[in-house]
């Protein structure tokens, strides 16, 4: 017997049809995707909606593997470097290994191939852009290239350089550049050059929240200043200045700091001095990790080359050997050849020359 629901009371009547059964895959589907998502893994639509900025990076779940690279390429690993993986590096005395790119595809190989940190350089002025030296370049030509190579790096750390007259003026040109880097090209990080009052320009950027890679000894910004491009601190007086200015760096916030023609004995000594990595170029083997530039490993800079500069392939033989045998087809009419051809039915070619025919076609049928 039913209770008496008070005076005003809405009864609700009991639901007696049946409910409509559920497909035990589907439900089996959603609950793997939501297994799925409480393990930091997102669905492609939902990835893309969240995943913006100039220079889209995909992420790969735990387990899965960027199709493009091997665990061979990688030393074994595919895990996204990042500030913490490079700090972990220094301490396991693994090398990192930095290279330098200035468009998509370049970044894209360097990505495929294993490098650790993939770099935008204002050296672009001299190796890409066609000026004498790095002086020339400026914010807007290193917003477009550090962008389009940002677009090919999706498992290195990429990092972009503020060009002479970018943060020299004042910490807030310092600040205001870096941040366009950040935004308008997708650095996750930027290097500066010099110590000395340029320690003011770290302490900015760092406390902007920007991760900052510092740059002492050869630094070619200054080279006028500093006599030419010579090796740096080799007398014991300015290399106890290149060891002061490396300790105001990391003090300053900067993550790493490039080493570039310093005595191999006086970078090992700053290396061994500093909880941050050091990043050689010309400064012996016991830097925590090398870089070079992409136009120089790879030989496509030919004639006079720095004494710190080793080739590992030929590209611009390789290059020229291809142009040539592209020019000698195309002049022999070799290239194209029937593989590279596409091709209609005889009887819609026969139309066509029917379509075609004199008297037929006037210059009306063109408007």
């Not at 895990?79 to 290279?99: C, F, H, N, W, Y």
């Not at 002479?164 to 996750?188: I, T, W």
Request: one cysteine or more; aromatic letters at 6%.
């Amino acid at each position: 017997m039913r209770a008496a629901l008070p005076s005003g009371t809405l009864e609700i009547e009991p639901r007696t049809e049946e409910l409509p059964r559920v497909d035990p895959k589907l439900t089996r589907a959603f609950c793997r995707r939501g297994r799925r998502e409480d393990k930091g893994y997102l669905p492609r639509w939902r990835r893309d909606a969240t995943d913006f900025g100039p220079a889209r990076r995909p992420r790969f779940p735990a387990g899965c593997h960027n199709p493009r690279m091997s665990n061979a390429d990688t030393g074994g690993d595919d895990t996204r470097i990042g500030l913490a993986e490079l700090a972990q590096m220094k301490r396991d005395s693994r090398p990192i290994v930095m290279v330098t790119a200035y468009d998509h595809p370049s970044a894209r190989l360097a990505d495929e191939a294993g490098v650790d940190i993939v770099f935008t350089g204002d050296s672009a002025a001299n190796n890409v852009l066609g000026y004498a030296d790095t002086t020339p370049i400026g914010m807007d030509e290193m917003v477009m290239l550090s962008a389009a190579a940002r677009r090919g790096t999706h498992r290195a750390f990429f990092m972009a350089d503020l060009p002479l007259g970018a943060f020299q003026v004042s910490d807030e040109d310092a600040v205001r550049n870096a941040l366009r880097l950040v935004k308008e090209a997708g650095a996750e990080a930027v290097k500066i050059e010099g110590a000395g009052p340029m320690v003011s320009r770290a302490r900015a950027i760092v406390g902007a929240g920007i991760p900052l890679m510092g740059h002492i000894g050869l630094t070619p910004q200054s080279v006028t200043m500093l006599g030419g491009y010579k090796a740096q601190g080799r007398t014991a007086a300015k290399a106890r200045q290149l060891f002061a200015d490396a300790l105001a760096l990391q003090a300053a916030g900067c993550f790493a700091i490039v080493l570039e023609a310093v005595p191999d004995r006086v970078a090992m000594r700053i290396t061994e001095a500093l909880r941050i990595p050091t990043i050689g170029i010309g400064a012996g083997a016991q830097c925590d990790g090398q870089v070079l530039v992409w136009h120089d490993l790879l030989g496509i800079n030919e004639g006079f080359a720095p004494k710190f500069v080793k080739r590992f392939a030929g590209v611009a033989e390789e290059t020229r050997r291809g142009l040539k045998s592209f020019a000698a087809e195309v002049r022999a009419r070799t290239y194209p050849a029937d593989e590279h051809t596409y091709h209609m039915t005889d009887a819609e070619y026969a139309l066509f020359e029917a379509e075609i025919a004199p008297g037929v076609l006037v210059a009306d049928d063109w408007l």
